[in-house]
């Protein structure tokens, strides 16, 4: 299988996230692209598609990834090809009200266009101290037909 990992983010943090996907995925052709560098055709022409998304300001998608996001919400590209699950980053403890939202946002709009979700959203808060590379392999898991490396 192959795979696109769209990487949103403002810190790095969500790369890293991402990073550590990648390895999971050993065995499977993986392209990690920041949003910035993305574009709508390539998420197009993804077979799998994973986003990684950290939240920003009051629950926004990463200024990075905005011309990204807006490109395919507002464009005419189809998606109806493309199989994709978010990994949505937040800090419940600091950000209850807008927790993830970034992601949120990612999954809700990928889904408005058709493409097709294959798991359901993953929200990772980093206040929880629960192991992110533990919970994202637990997730990828349940991806069909995708051999993760690390999954319990």
Do not use: C
């Not at 052709?29 to 574009?39: F, G, I, N, P, Y």
């Not at 009200?97 to 058709?114: C, E, I, N, P, V």
């Amino acid at each position: 299988m192959n795979f696109l990992l769209l990487v949103a983010t403002m810190t790095g943090t969500a790369e890293l996230v991402a990073e550590d996907v990648r390895d999971q995925l050993s065995g499977h052709e993986v392209s990690l692209v920041l949003a910035e560098q993305a574009s709508a055709a390539q998420v197009a022409a993804a077979d799998n598609l994973i986003v990684v998304s950290s939240t920003y300001g009051d629950g926004e998608v990463p200024e990075p990834a905005k011309p990204l996001f807006s490109a395919l919400a507002d464009g005419d590209v189809g998606l109806g090809n493309v199989r994709f699950g978010v990994i949505a980053l937040g800090d419940r403890s600091l950000y209850a009200q807008t927790f993830a939202q970034g992601g949120r946002q990612w999954d809700a709009m990928l889904a408005s266009k058709g493409a097709v979700r294959v798991v359901e959203l993953l929200a990772v808060d980093s206040s929880s101290g629960v192991d992110t590379a533990q919970e994202t392999a637990d997730w990828l898991s349940r991806w069909p037909n995708a051999s993760i490396r690390g999954a319990a």
